[in-house]
């Protein structure tokens, strides 16, 4: 058994948890979701290549959306797995038929968000992706993002409760 499956396990009251560096995979990010209730701070940086691929966490948050009181992501400078005809619409920000924006699958209690030097797949994350996570999210706090100035100003003047940095 691996042992991120072991240890959500046996630290069910489980808060946070830092994967930094490590290498990993995303079954037990899945399991910490679903047996750690309490789960609210994930980080992960620099998400590691193993055997010449990367475990990439999806866009969507699919990984955890069984984290329901999920409050914090810190994953700077890491790779997203990218699916083009699943992901592409979370960049359309005009057509209100496409619903689905970063971390959809678990941004129902989302206050701070990190994602700094966020690729999909090794691409550069693009900025009306980040602007409509930004407007989709009504408990966002806090977003450290790499969105362009100009797109930060924006959207101050649309949620000035939001501290927003790069």
């Known amino acids: 058994m691996p042992i991120l499956i072991a ?10 948890i830092n994967l930094s560096n490590i290498r990993t995979d995303l079954d037990g990010l899945q399991h910490f979701s679903i047996n750690c209730p309490q789960f609210e701070k ?3 940086n620099n998400i590691t290549i193993i055997t010449g691929h990367f475990f990439k966490f999806s866009l969507d948050g699919s990984n955890m959306m069984q984290a329901k009181n999920l ?10 797995k990218y699916h083009e005809w699943k992901d592409d619409e979370m960049s359309i920000i005009d057509d209100t038929r496409y619903s689905r924006f970063l971390f959809c699958q678990c941004s ?15 691409e550069v994350a693009p900025q009306d992706a980040l602007i409509k996570f930004v407007r989709n999210v009504p408990t966002l706090r806090w977003f450290r993002s790499d969105l362009t100035i100009e797109n930060m100003n924006i959207l101050h003047l649309e949620r000035p409760e939001i501290v927003l940095l790069n």
């Open 108 to 122: 129902k209690a989302l206050e701070r968000v990190s994602i700094r030097n966020m690729k999909w797949d090794s």
């Open 71 to 80: 409050k914090e992501i810190i994953m700077d400078d890491s790779d997203f």
């Open 42 to 44: 994930l980080t992960w």
């Open 7 to 16: 240890l959500s396990q046996i630290l069910p009251n489980l808060r946070e």
